[in-house]
């Protein structure tokens, strides 16, 4: 019954990088049974069926362009036009980074500690890994070089 659901819905193919539960890993084979990752690291893992029909599966492959989520907390003293700044230039720079949809940059919530900063740009899948790490090396060495101190604090969301 699984495999049926699987093959005839097509939740995902092989080739496809998907999550469900803890696990996610690149498809590699689909069985009658069962359907095997590779994970990251290269490790095999064999997901049954059911746990795969009856749980939510997140397949990050199927579309074509990903959406980057950079979320910074940084000291509430800190100058959020020069976050503005830092994001803008080294979104503009990175030539992976599509103009549509448009990067969604902007401010999401504060307390009396902590500015909640967000960057949220979109690539192609393919892309995601690469210019994410890239772009996470760039903003550590600009925050160093304007002293932009992110924040110890916790921030807890969605308090009204």
Do not use: H
């Not at 659901?5 to 049974?33: H, R, S, W």
């Not at 549509?100 to 500015?115: C, E, R, T």
Request: glycine residues 4%; aromatic residues 12%; contains cysteine.
């Amino acid at each position: 019954g699984s495999c049926l659901i699987i093959l005839f819905f097509k939740p995902f193919q092989l080739g496809d990088y998907i999550k469900c539960e803890a696990t996610e890993g690149t498809v590699t084979e689909i069985n009658m049974f069962s359907t095997v990752l590779t994970t990251v690291d290269n490790k095999l893992i064999t997901l049954p069926n059911s746990q795969i029909t009856s749980s939510p599966v997140i397949n990050y492959t199927a579309q074509d362009k990903r959406r980057m989520d950079f979320i910074f907390n940084v000291e509430y003293d800190t100058d959020i036009q020069v976050l503005y700044e830092i994001t803008n230039r080294l979104f503009s720079e990175e030539k992976r980074i599509l103009d549509n949809p448009a990067p969604l940059i902007g401010v999401d919530s504060m307390n009396n500690k902590i500015i909640r900063f967000i960057a949220k740009p979109w690539v192609n899948t393919g892309d995601y890994w690469q210019v994410y790490y890239k772009l996470m090396e760039e903003f550590k060495n600009e925050f160093d070089q304007k002293n932009i101190k992110l924040a110890s604090g916790f921030v807890i969301n969605n308090l009204n």
